[in-house]
């Protein structure tokens, strides 16, 4: 069954810290693998999107690193903000385009100052 | 803000009616996907249209149904509501069709359905 888990469920931390969010993912065939920032009550906004081939990605202070091996991928936030306070959803795309992409439940993270 | 407009923004409603969401892509985008999300769950795709046509469908219930029209805007229709379909409903675009998968999906704040 195509899954996506992230963990953990939920973590908080201090303004100015770095954190790491974990994804595994069991979909196949891959396509490509998508973190989204969730504010509450908003629509997700793309971070990242990377295929196969891609290791590493990043986009200002989010990096997010991608094992096709072992099928996992972390999203590092750096030098945390308090606009960093989101829900962080993994996203599998399978390959070929079935229709579906699959959704991780996501990992609230709490920046507090 | 991504482009992509749903309406409406809130609805409170009770069992058994019929409700309405609205969606209107981006400039350009032919693609239009319909994801429910209840509460603290992750997003569960419902449907897919492209320039009009049906693509994709996923765990959208027989009481549902969307369409898009010609002019690229969508709409999804909710009946014989439960309480279980208390949920943001999404709405997100994207210039490609599904087979090509990598398209960037931009999505709307999301219409809040509460079936009382």
């Known amino acids: 069954k195509n899954q996506v888990e992230q963990s953990p469920q939920s973590l908080i931390i201090l303004e100015g810290k770095n954190c790491t969010l974990q994804?595994?993912?069991?979909?196949?065939?891959?396509?490509?693998l998508r973190w989204y920032k969730q504010d509450t009550g908003r629509g997700p906004v793309s971070l990242t999107i990377?295929?196969?081939?891609?290791n590493t990605k990043s986009n200002g202070r989010y990096t997010a690193t991608l094992d096709a091996d072992t099928k996992q991928s972390s999203l590092h936030i750096t030098a945390s903000q308090l606009s960093d306070s989101a829900s962080y959803i993994c996203v599998v795309s399978l390959l070929g385009g079935q229709g579906n992409l699959i959704f991780g439940k996501g990992t609230k993270l709490s920046v507090k100052p | 803000d991504s482009g992509v407009t749903q309406t409406p923004k809130h609805l409170i409603t009770a069992t058994g009616q019929r409700v309405t969401l609205r969606c209107s892509p981006r400039?350009?985008?032919?693609?239009v996907y319909w994801y429910q999300q209840s509460l603290d769950q992750g997003l569960q795709f419902l449907i897919q249209?492209?320039?009009?046509?049906?693509?994709a469908k996923g765990n959208i219930l027989e009481r549902f149904s969307a369409q898009q029209f010609p002019d690229l805007h969508s709409e999804l229709n909710l009946s014989s509501l439960e309480l279980g379909d208390s949920a943001l409903y999404f709405c997100?675009?994207?210039?490609?069709?599904?087979?090509?998968?990598?398209?960037?999906?931009?999505f709307g704040e999301g219409s809040r359905l509460t079936v009382l």
């Open positions: 400039s350009g985008d032919l693609s």
């Open positions: 994804c595994n993912y069991t979909v196949s065939p891959f396509s490509n």
């Open positions: 997100a675009s994207s210039v490609l069709s599904w087979g090509a998968n990598t398209g960037e999906l931009f």
């Open positions: 990377m295929t196969f081939s891609e």
């Open positions: 249209y492209y320039n009009g046509e049906e693509r």
